[in-house]
């Protein structure tokens, strides 16, 4: 049997495949896409998790809520395509596949975010290497459609620009990869949106929390985790110092 960090990162990347090609097909219309994205990569992930693990509950944002989960000593947490709508616009990078492992009485302790369209998978397998900023601008990735306004009070506080990115996985690990120094979200997300970013970018040694600067936890009955913040050690104080105020 496989370890954890490394059965995460291969089931990641086994879905990534999966997605990519589906959207070779040139066939399918741009919603069908996602609806098929959504369904095909939820169902190989699931398939292949319960091959490794049958006892292991899963939360999926495209599966219905297993509530055995609560009382479960390990739960998988997916998000089988994040970012659906940068999936299923033609040249676009930046969605995601999440693959994490929730343990009773530890919380996250394996995962991995795959980026298909990079052909990249970022895991606790082996934990990514924090690169140097540089003498580049300082960067806060948000989201393509909707900044939070928090988002801007960090940027002006710490001198920063704002990077608009698709998928919350692939605005994690642009944080991971020393594209951008923070992530933050306000607003409204789930336990799956965050859960295999979280834990890739806490293993690169990244600071992970909410707004309040309280750990991020999961596998709850409620799956509603609406905010987060993912930032570089060094920036940390500069960030919670807006994020809490």
């Given at each position: 049997?496989?370890?954890?960090?490394?059965?995460?990162?291969?089931?990641?990347?086994?879905?990534?495949?999966?997605?990519?090609?589906?959207?070779?097909?040139?066939t399918?219309?741009?919603w069908?896409?996602?609806?098929?994205?959504?369904?095909?990569?939820?169902?190989?992930?699931?398939?292949?998790?319960?091959?490794?693990?049958?006892?292991?509950?899963?939360?999926?944002?495209?599966?219905?809520?297993?509530?055995?989960?609560?009382?479960?000593?390990?739960?998988?947490?997916?998000?089988?395509?994040?970012?659906t709508?940068?999936y299923?616009?033609?040249?676009?990078?930046?969605?995601?596949?999440?693959?994490?492992?929730?343990?009773?009485d530890?919380?996250l302790?394996?995962?991995?975010?795959?980026?298909?369209?990079?052909?990249l998978?970022?895991?606790?397998?082996?934990?990514?290497?924090?690169?140097?900023?540089?003498?580049?601008?300082?960067?806060?990735?948000?989201?393509?459609?909707?900044a939070?306004?928090?988002a801007?009070?960090?940027?002006?506080?710490?001198?920063a620009?704002?990077?608009?990115?698709?998928?919350?996985?692939?605005?994690?690990?642009?944080?991971?990869?020393?594209?951008?120094?923070?992530?933050?979200?306000?607003?409204?997300?789930?336990?799956?949106?965050?859960?295999?970013?979280?834990?890739?970018?806490?293993?690169?040694?990244?600071?992970?929390?909410?707004?309040?600067?309280?750990?991020?936890?999961y596998?709850?009955?409620?799956?509603?985790?609406?905010?987060?913040?993912?930032?570089?050690?060094?920036?940390?104080?500069?960030?919670?110092?807006?994020?809490?105020?």
């Amino acid at each position: 049997m496989p370890d954890d960090h490394h059965a995460a990162a291969r089931y990641a990347e086994s879905a990534g495949r999966v997605l990519l090609e589906l959207r070779d097909d040139a066939t399918r219309p741009a919603w069908a896409l996602g609806d098929a994205g959504d369904a095909v990569a939820n169902r190989h992930l699931i398939e292949l998790i319960r091959s490794d693990h049958p006892d292991d509950p899963i939360l999926s944002e495209e599966s219905a809520d297993d509530r055995r989960r609560l009382d479960a000593d390990r739960v998988w947490i997916i998000d089988p395509l994040d970012g659906t709508r940068e999936y299923t616009e033609p040249g676009r990078r930046d969605w995601a596949v999440h693959v994490a492992l929730w343990q009773r009485d530890e919380g996250l302790v394996a995962g991995a975010v795959a980026l298909p369209a990079l052909d990249l998978v970022l895991s606790t397998g082996v934990p990514p290497v924090l690169p140097e900023v540089g003498d580049r601008p300082l960067r806060v990735v948000v989201s393509r459609s909707r900044a939070p306004a928090v988002a801007r009070r960090v940027a002006e506080a710490i001198g920063a620009e704002l990077v608009a990115l698709g998928s919350a996985g692939a605005k994690t690990m642009a944080v991971v990869r020393g594209e951008v120094d923070a992530y933050v979200h306000a607003g409204g997300q789930y336990e799956w949106d965050s859960a295999a970013p979280a834990v890739v970018a806490h293993a690169a040694g990244l600071h992970t929390s909410r707004l309040d600067g309280s750990p991020l936890e999961y596998n709850r009955s409620d799956p509603w985790l609406p905010d987060l913040v993912v930032c570089r050690p060094e920036l940390r104080s500069q960030v919670l110092a807006v994020t809490t105020a």
